[in-house]
């Protein structure tokens, strides 16, 4: 694809993320797209969603003062433990789409470092069009400054 040539996203599928079940969005052909709502509805938990399908991991994690030895009972961003978790954007330019998927296993381990906020992200399995694919795939595809 052209990484000159802007992406929209398209839409945004969320699973088993936080406080989500299951939410599907389809932008259309919206150029402004409004969230609003009281606190704790799910403004931030959507954009949380995007960072981790195109980083693979939240910026706003990257400080934060934990131990990543610490082993924690319970995943902090599966909403129900014993189910999988997936993340999906399709992203729309003018040579076509591309869908990108991130999945994380259910977190039924048990105490463990891998729920560790740390740790967690690390164990994503990341597709691009419905094929394995790595951060560098990702990153030779789309350009991040033509993401609008």
Known sequence: M???????????SIKNFKGITELNVDFDEKNIVVLDGPNGYGKTTIFDAIDIILT?????????????????????????QDQPMELSLSLRNSEGS?????????ATKGRCKDYNIKNIFVGSTLYLNGKLSDQDDLERIIDYSCII
Not at 57 to 79: E, L, N
């Open 2 to 12: 052209n990484n000159t040539d802007k992406f929209k996203i398209e839409s945004l």
């Open 56 to 80: 693979g991991f939240p910026r706003k994690y990257q400080a934060v003062a934990i131990d990543a030895r610490s082993t924690y009972d319970r995943s902090p961003i599966h909403k129900s």
């Open 98 to 106: 591309v869908c990108i998927k991130r999945c994380f296993g259910a």
